[in-house]
């Protein structure tokens, strides 16, 4: 299983930035994905996940900022972030909880994608 994340990069504070994550190879099917960060110095904390029925959680320093979908067709997944600011700056990581195609639920995890936040 491989995860694709993109569309980190730099943005001003206030902007808004929108990341994906593509899961593929060897897939039955995805249980659940989420958005990690890291922030330099500080450990991995989780952003928002969403199961593939849609129950959704969202960290409370992003809550009413940032919101997740996922299109379950497509295993992939959205994080938009608005109203960002230069706390938000880390490395952000996908994960997803996968059933393989020989039936065994394992987590993985993407490479990650920076996001800075700076004027």
């Known amino acids: 299983v491989q995860l694709q994340a993109s569309g980190g990069g730099l943005v001003q504070p206030g902007g808004s930035l929108r990341l994906s994550c593509a899961a593929s190879?060897?897939?039955?099917?995805?249980?659940?994905m989420g958005w990690y960060r890291q922030a330099p110095g500080k450990e991995r904390e989780m952003v928002a996940t969403i199961s593939s029925g849609g129950r959704v959680s969202i960290a409370d320093s992003v809550k009413g900022r940032f919101a997740i979908s996922i299109q379950t067709a497509e295993n992939t997944m959205y994080l938009q972030m608005n109203s960002l600011k230069s706390e938000d700056t880390a490395v952000y990581y996908c994960?997803?909880?996968?059933?393989?195609?020989?039936?065994?639920?394992?987590?993985?995890w993407g490479q990650g994608t920076l996001v800075t936040v700076s004027s």
């Open positions: 994960n997803a909880l996968v059933t393989t195609m020989a039936r065994l639920r394992e987590p993985f």
């Open positions: 190879g060897g897939i039955f099917k995805v249980e659940q």
